[in-house]
C-alpha cells in the first residue's frame, strides 16, 4: 500500500528507489532520512523483522536468507517486481552492515544489470579497509595517530607448529577481528565482537577457541586506553564519485552498548564538529581513493590528549540518524551524487544536538563529567535531542509500545553488563591519566 506522501514524493519525480539491506536501527534511521528528504517509501531486504522496523508506514519489507546468494537472488526478485508493476527508476541500494556491503560489492556488475545503483568503492579496497589491521597501515602512511598493536595471524593456525605473537604492551587489552566480516561466519561459545582481556591465560584461551573454531583471519590485539566511553567520538563522511569528501559529522559518544553482540555501538552522544578528527578521516578517504560513506571509530587519549583512530566501517554507521539531527541528511548528498550527478560543495554538520536510545533519566546518571553532564541536561531542556525512532509520520500504538519497550530494557542491559561501579572506575582511569599527563602535554578536548 502507498501513502499519499509517498504519492507525493514520486509526482515530484525523485527519480530513484531506496533499497536497504538489513532490518535493525541503522536501517530505520536511514529510511527515517529518506523519507524527511524525497517524502518516500523503502523496499528493506531483512533478515527478520524485528522492532526497529516492524509496523513501520515507511517500509515494504522483503524477507531473505543470510548466504549472498540468497541476498543476490533476493534483490534480483526485487528489481524484477518492481519492473512488472511499471516502475522503471534505479534503485538506490544501501546497507549498514560490513558483511552486506562486501558481498553486494562482490556482486556489483549482477546488481547494477538488475538496476541497482551502488554506490561503493571497489571491492579490493573495501576488503583492504575493513581490514582493522591494514586500516592502521594507511593512518601510519598519513602520520595519523593510533592505538599500539600486535596482529594475529591465524592462516596458518592449522599447523601443528603454529605459535601465536608475543603481546609486549601491559595487560588489560583489547582483542577484535581484524575484519567483522572474515569473523561473521565464526562459530564457538562466548564470542563476542570486542573483548576485553585482563591477562596472557584469558588470550590464551581466545585464540585457542578461535584455532578450534577453524578461524583463519587475523585478530588485533590493542593496548587498552584507559577512560570511559566519553571519550569516544564518532565521524561519518561521504566520498562522491569523483573522490572528494562532500559530507562531514562527528559527535562526542556519551555512553555505548555494553551488551556482547552490539559491544562498542554509541547509544547517546553529542553532535558537534571536531575539527581535528573530520580532517584526518577526509585525508583517509581522499588518500585511498574512498566512495560512499565511511564511518570512522576515534578515541580521545587522556594520557597524552591524542585522538586514535581505530577503524574505518565501509558503510554508514548504525546511528546514521545522528548526521541528519546534526543538520545535514545525508540522502541528500548520495543522491545529488549518484542519481543527480551534481557536484558539491562540502558540508559539515553544525548543529549541537542530542541523539540518545536510552532513557535521558539514566544518561544523567551515566555521564559522571559535571561540565558534559550540564550540556546534556541543557540539550534535553531546551528541546535539542532526537531518538531515531520517534517520528512522527510513523507513529503508530505499535511502535510507540516498541520504543517504550526499547528504553526499559536498555536500563536492564546496562544494570546488567556496565553497573555503575565499572562506570566509576573507568572514569577514574581517564581523570587518573589525564592528570599525570607531563606539562605542556596536548589540551584534553
Known sequence: MTSSLAES?????????PVIVGSDIGVYGLTRSFHEQFGLRTTVVAFAEPGPIAHSQLIDTVLSGTAPDEIVSTLERVATDRRAAGHREPLLLQSNMDWVVRILAHHRAVLETAGYVLPYADVDLIDRICDKAEFSAVCAE????????VIQDFATAADDGWRPAPVDFDYPVIAKPASS??????????KKKIYEIASPGELEEL???????????????????PGDDTQMRSVTTYSDTSGRVTLRCSAQVLLEERTPAARGNPSAMIVEPIDEILDAAQRICEHTGWRGFANFDVKLDPRDG???FFEQNPRIGRNNYYVTAGGQNPTEVLVDDVIRRQQRERVTAQHE???AVVPHRMLRRYVLDDGLRARVVGLMRT?????PLRYAADATPRRRLYILTALVNHV????RYYPMSALKANYAAAQQAAAARPAGGRRNR
Open 9 to 17: 514524493g514520486a509526482a515530484a519525480g525523485p527519480g530513484f528507489h
Open 383 to 387: 528541546g535539542r535531542s532526537v531518538h
Open 412 to 415: 536492564r542491559k546496562y544494570r
Open 306 to 308: 591524542v585522538f586514535k
Open 181 to 190: 566480516a572474515d569473523y561473521h561466519d565464526a562459530r564457538f561459545a562466548g
Open 142 to 149: 598519513l602520520g595519523i595517530p593510533t592505538p599500539a598493536t
Open 353 to 355: 544536538v542530542l541523539y
Open 207 to 225: 585464540w585457542t577457541a578461535l584455532r578450534g573454531a577453524g578461524f583463519r583471519g587475523r585478530f588485533l590485539v590493542q593496548e587498552m586506553i
